[in-house]
Structure formats: C-alpha cells, structure tokens
C-alpha cells in the first residue's frame, strides 16, 4: 500500500508516493491516542480496524443468544448482574488493553455482556 509524500501536489495527474516498508510516525500533537495509534494499524493491518467492529457485532449476537437463554432458565435480576459484572470488567479490561488480541476478545466479551444489560432491563422494566 502507498501513501502520498508531504508537502506534494496530489490535484495534478501525477502523484508521488511513499511506501510504508518501515512503518508510520503519528502526529499526536492534533489528536489523543486512537485505536489506529495504539496498535499501529496502518499499511498493511488497516484490515484490522473493521475486523475490530465486525467481531465486536458478533459479541452482540452472542449476548443477545445467550442472555435470552440464562435469563429464562435463571432469572432476570442474576442474568442484569452477571451481564453488568461482564460490562464493568471487560470494559476496562478493553480501555487497558496492552495488545490488539487482547482489545479485541475484552471488547467482544463487553458487547454480549452489554446486549444482555439492555435486553433484561427492557424486560425487567
């Protein structure tokens, strides 16, 4: 993948890249810290980023399976603890995460966990 060059011209028809062989220096005097800046997902594992939120939606789709289930076979009120304890805790297990694999499993854990917080306080409301 290639990226445009500073301080060129990209309106003409010709455009100067630069590969990204040794990585990407961030500008963090603009922004906080990003997903894209903590992980360095740039160049080649910009994928990443969507894969992120694809399996964070699969986290919802379990939540919403699972804590329809447990909520039917044992209670409401212990099924909007567990899935608040699993919100808590993976939440910031996700703000704190050291690494990308970590991020990703805290954050799918979360989503169920925040899925079956909204469906059994529907329910129990």
Not at 41 to 70: D, E, P, T
Not at 75 to 103: C, D, E, Q
Request: glycine share 10%.
């Amino acid at each position: 993948m290639a990226y445009f060059s500073e301080n060129t011209n990209q309106s003409g028809p010709r455009y100067d890249f630069m590969s990204c062989d040794q990585g990407w220096v961030h500008d963090r005097a603009l922004s906080a810290y990003t997903l894209t800046q903590s992980f360095d997902l740039v160049c080649g594992r910009k994928y990443l980023i969507n894969l992120s939120q694809s399996i964070f939606f699969i986290g919802v789709l379990i939540g919403s399976v699972l804590f329809g289930a447990i909520a039917d076979r044992y209670g409401r009120k212990i099924t909007l603890i567990i899935s608040n304890v699993l919100v808590v805790v993976f939440g910031v297990g996700a703000a704190f995460s050291p690494n990308y694999i970590t991020f990703v499993v805290a954050r799918t854990f979360h989503a169920a966990g925040c899925y079956g917080m909204i469906n059994v306080s529907h329910l129990i409301g």
